[in-house]
């Protein structure tokens, strides 16, 4: 199995579905609430092992995480890299879910903000190639520090820039893919979000960002991807009936993650990505809904 390590979060979701997302100071009525297992970290490191990766997550949690330890253990994630924060809760995010399946969200860092820089395996890239995927629910100089250990220790690092804040150049430079989504690459490039692909495109272009790659989700669109010395290359999404986009982003990470693990070109996993990302919207919850290797690469019939 490929190996992956994800230097992250680990949530508690606690999901609202109502028919419209509230406007400031409206309050709605939710016709369904569920509880599960969150967090950046957590979700992008389950994605990757339901796809068949060997996952070590580096994570901080409160005393109340038993039972969210528990279903990480069971989806085949190694947290044993994930240790308790004293005096904290595991984090929060609390999702609210419209008929459309578009969401917001508010997140409590709780424990994540605990995770330090002394937390991070000497080894972080324990083999040559070995993919390290990094999220900013965390400190940012945990994010420096993992992102610069694992270049130096020969990882392929990528990293996504989820919520959008500033990146040290001396960072991105080490970064291998970096995976923002519209928003967050236009933060990053201090310009206004485009509303259109081509608009997208353009965007990317102009980048001038010193990591080696750039993808670019764009969820129902598909995604953007950038390489040296080619043009943007769009990658469009099958047409799903969405359900619910919590996990999305996630489940594409986790995807990029798993197929660069196994050695697939960029373009190449960033089309299954998409796939997967695709495939996850159809279903409610995050981690709940995520593909299975066997769902998102079904085996062909064979002629008799």
Known sequence: MPPITVVGSVNRDLVLTVEELPRPGETVLARDFVEGVGGKG??????AARLGSSVRLVARVGADADAILRALAAEGVDIEAVRPAPGATTGIASVVVDGAGENTIVVNPGANAALSVADLPARLSRSAGEVVLVQHEIPAEVVAAAVLRAREQDGTVVLNPAPARP??????????????????????LGAERPDTLDGARALLERAALPCRAVVVTLGADGALVK???????????????????????????GALADALARGTDLLTAAERAVRAASLAVTGRGAQSAMPSAAQLDPPRATGS
Not at 42 to 47: D, G, L, S
Not at 167 to 187: C, F, I, K, R, Y
Not at 245 to 251: Q, S
């Open 42 to 47: 957590a979700n992008q490191a389950v994605a």
């Open 227 to 253: 390489q040296p010395g080619r043009p943007a290359a769009h990658l469009p999404a099958p047409a799903v009936e969405a359900v619910d986009t919590v996990g999305a982003g996630d489940t594409f990470c």
């Open 167 to 188: 990146v040290a150049p001396e960072v991105l430079a080490a970064v291998d893919v970096l995976v923002p989504n519209l928003g967050e690459l236009a933060t990053l």
